[in-house]
T-cell receptor, first 116, second 114 residues
């Protein structure tokens, strides 16, 4: 089955710097890669996602890149702000994982701390 | 729209007790999911449903049961609670018609088994 590894587990940056979180996946058939942000005590919320037919997607200060050959994808946050501090999770799903679509396998999360 | 709602927010159970975690969504999503999140860990899929009357196991189904009698509701049943089931439980839903789509999460239920 699918396995998703996420690095680093913790990341501390200065306000205004960039942050990069990387994930690798095992199933070459995976075709959907969302990123979720989870603030302390809150629910995970989607911040950006990418499908396997594109290599990069941007939304203001957030971007995701996908390398299908190497089976890894990364989250890039530029001009970080204190409110970006949270746990970030990557996830992957295969088109027919376990016989049905849309079953997400999550990474173990990255705690991002943005120091003012 | 309220989105995905969950009740209760918090619960403490004694070992061996049973309970049902409630989940409802008002977005007419066909897919619904139950995840558990242990401290410092990612989310693990417990069960999922692709529509009313259809459910299947995820990664960690042991000790849990689900049912889906309506599109809106997807309750999770814990029988004979054990300390290993202490976790935060999230329900989620999505609309999927052959390709994956955004999963929307509920606020979570924090369960402690003592």
């Amino acid at each position: 089955g699918e396995n998703v590894e996420q690095h680093p587990s913790t990341l501390s940056v200065q306000e205004g710097d960039s942050a990069v979180i990387k994930c690798t996946y095992s199933d070459s058939a995976s075709n959907y890669f969302p990123w979720y942000k989870q603030e302390l005590g809150k629910r995970p919320q989607l911040i950006i996602d990418i499908r396997s037919n594109v290599g990069e997607k941007k939304d203001q200060r957030i971007a995701v890149t996908l390398n299908k050959t190497a089976k890894h994808f990364s989250l890039h946050i530029t001009e970080t702000q204190p409110e970006d501090s949270a746990v970030y999770f990557c996830a992957a799903t295969s088109p027919f994982y376990g016989g049905a679509t849309n079953k997400l396998i999550f990474g173990t999360g990255t705690l991002l701390a943005v120091q003012p | 729209n309220a989105g995905v709602t969950q009740t209760p927010k918090f619960r403490i159970l004694k070992i061996g007790q049973s309970m049902t975690l409630q989940c409802a969504q008002d977005m007419n999503h066909n897919y619904m999911y139950w995840y558990r999140q242990d401290p410092g860990m990612g989310l693990k899929l417990i069960y999922y449903s692709v529509g009313a009357g259809i459910t299947d196991k995820g990664e960690v189904p042991n000790g849990y049961n689900v049912s889906r009698s309506t599109t809106e509701d997807f309750p999770l049943r814990l029988e004979l609670a054990a300390p290993s089931q202490t976790s935060v439980y999230f329900c989620a839903s999505s609309w999927a018609t052959g390709s994956p789509d955004t999963q929307y999460f509920g606020p979570g239920t924090r369960l402690t088994v003592l």
